[in-house]
């Protein structure tokens, strides 16, 4: 075995002072939507946001004094960068962190307040792990993996301690992976405690790597992902062990199951996950039967994530609902038309949120004009209802989403 639930414990001892004891909670609206019993683990709630921090305080704090004072390299997207970035200031520990250019840019600030030297480099992460190895031989500096390193895999096990304390009856843990640290870690500590509890994995479907892993090529398709956390090739050789081993079965879910997910998270939870945080909530959604009735751990593993991406797919989400919605309307262009088809749409409940007149590049008679209208509404029923009463008044009206 790579690491034992004493590595646990003792890391769980270890990094006590200096990471928070999460939220563990049932999610009362979210156990009916699901139909099984859904207890959330904040991990958001850590000081950077991640579990991450977990890992990199484990590892960090066993250097030897000669390393500490050397330093420390990472690559990351984002979460382990904060995390060895901040836990190496607060140690007095020099840091240095290779981040590939497509990371999210909260992320790469994040970890630039945190004093590290960041290093933009690579278009994926395996591009940037090749650059940051090449400087740690170079500057003789610590390469702190993010995830296939024992010490690290350790440190994140510390979640499902906390979880099984504060909820021993769990029937299942649904666990985010990426290069597989956090399951790898989870597993061994929980199936330890507990030998028939279920460890669940989750993949975004263009990084289905630790799938592809165990039940066969997928057909990997790469590119870019909401879950940029996850969105990782192929995983460890230390982690793959474990999974391998402890893990009951792997769900590869959709970019649009994700985005539900932070969706859902954000409306009913009033909580900020990133793409790979929700990506367990997502599982449970698109495969309900798979956990029906069942006690369910579920962990948010992060809330880094941009806020021009969270604006975006909150407002997707609500044109999905038919809550925000697009008219194509014929008008006659002539005065008092679009104060008449206005009044309507107001009359009706509708908010309107967007104008758009089209005359120019058209083939319409000259007389004539096309009117788009961004609407918001209560709901998707009130939209047809808008859509009805223009219809009445004689206007040519449709719903429009290109």
Not at 179 to 188: E, H, M, N, P, R
């Amino acid at each position: 075995m790579t690491i034992t639930l004493s590595d646990i414990e003792q890391a769980a001892q270890r990094i006590e002072s200096a990471t928070i004891n999460t939220r563990f909670e049932k999610s009362q609206t979210l156990s009916k939507i699901a139909g099984a019993e859904l207890f959330l683990k904040f991990e958001s709630l850590q000081f950077t946001s991640s579990f991450k921090d977990r890992g990199a305080l484990n590892k960090l704090l066993q250097l030897s004094e000669v390393d500490k004072k050397s330093g420390v390299i990472a690559m990351s997207a984002g979460n382990h960068a904060k995390a060895v970035a901040y836990h190496a200031q607060r140690l007095g520990i020099p840091a240095t962190i290779v981040m590939p250019t497509s990371a999210p840019n909260v992320k790469v600030e994040d970890t630039q307040n945190f004093q590290a030297r960041v290093i933009l480099k690579g278009n994926t992460l395996e591009e940037a792990a090749q650059h940051a190895h090449e400087i740690s031989e170079a500057e003789n500096l610590v390469f702190v993996h993010p995830f296939n390193d024992e010490q690290i895999m350790a440190g994140q096990g510390t979640v499902a301690l906390e979880m099984l304390a504060a909820e021993p009856a769990l029937d299942c843990i649904v666990v985010p992976i990426g290069g597989g640290g956090l399951i790898s870690g989870v597993a061994t500590a929980a199936k330890s405690i507990k030998p028939d509890i279920k460890i669940i994995g989750v993949q975004v479907a263009g990084y289905p790597g630790t799938y592809d892993a165990i039940y066969g090529d997928s057909g990997y398709l790469g590119g870019s992902t909401i879950a940029e956390g996850i969105a990782v090739k192929k995983p460890g050789d230390l982690t793959l062990e474990v999974i391998d081993r402890l893990v009951d079965d792997v769900i590869v879910v959709s970019e649009e199951a994700i985005e539900e997910a932070i969706s859902l998270l954000v409306s009913i939870e009033k909580s900020v996950t990133e793409g790979a945080g929700a990506s367990g909530l997502a599982a449970v959604l698109s495969r309900p039967e798979m956990f029906s009735k069942q006690k369910v751990g579920l962990i948010l593993s992060g809330a880094n994530i941009d806020t021009r991406i969270l604006a975006s797919v909150l407002m997707r989400r609500l044109v999905k609902k038919g809550r925000i919605v697009r008219y194509k309307i014929r008008i006659d262009d002539s005065p008092g038309t679009l104060s008449n088809v206005s009044a309507t749409v107001g009359e009706s409940g509708g908010n309107i949120l967007e104008v758009f007149h089209q005359r120019m590049f058209s083939s319409l008679p000259i007389k004539e004009a096309d009117l788009y209208l961004t609407v918001e509404t209560k709901d998707a029923l009130q939209s047809e209802v808008i859509l009805q009463k223009l219809r009445e008044l004689d206007y040519q009206a449709s719903f429009r989403d290109d």
